[in-house]
């Protein structure tokens, strides 16, 4: 996904958040204004979100560009929720297409993005895990790979903090080198980590907004240096470097 978003806090419609902001998410699929790589994001869209009363989100994914989805701003208006990951995608060289490929990506509670690349995928991940999670994978991408890795450490009690900056650095041990920018919910808390690409945040009307890039320009919005982990709930923000989380605790 080249730009992603994730938002915790009182209940909005999924319009208000992707959609009227005048740099939001939606206008980032064709004129995005700080992406590093690529240009527009035309392939392809997904959004999650958390309905009252159910741990387990929905996902609304797509295989067109999100501005080429004529039944989009209607169900984005009515739509209401309290937490949500959303992105637009440009599809990495050598990776599959099609709505399966389009993140967030889900297990249980979880949503999950990924912005950025593993280079030399597929090749590239042969080395890096054992041949199960390959076999599982829902779509032929380096961003479902690396969310099977992420996976694998959330479903054996490893916390969400963790469970990404352990998964960057199994890669980048075993000689694995790309962009790992990746964005993680459970609908009350969102992770994310910076390697390689732009992360912003902003609390504003008692919730927290995790981007690529800044939707609007009022102010409030904070950029995360490259190599970090952040934890953001509505309450708090805290920003770590991604170095000081795998000395301090040996997560290798
Ligand atoms: N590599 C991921 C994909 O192909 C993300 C691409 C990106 O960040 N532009 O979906």
Redesign the pocket.
Known sequence: ???HLAYVGPEVSLKSLLIDPPYGLYRQAWAPRMQR??TV?A?GFGIGWYASGDPVPARYRRAVPIWGDPSLPDLARVTRSSAVLAAV????VG?ALGEA???PFASGSWLFS?????AG?PASAAGLARVEPLLALEAM???AFLWALVVERLRSGTAPDIALAATIDAVEAAGGTG?F?FLLTDGRTIVATTAG?TLWYRRADDGVTVASEPCDDEPGWAEVPDRQLLTAAPSQVTVRPLSSLNEGIGIR
């Not at 990924?114 to 593993?118: A, F, T």
């Open positions: 996904m080249c730009r790589h690529g994001n392939d995608r440009d599809a990495t990776t490929a389009a993140a990924h912005n950025g690349l593993l995928w991408t380096d961003s962009r920018n690409d």
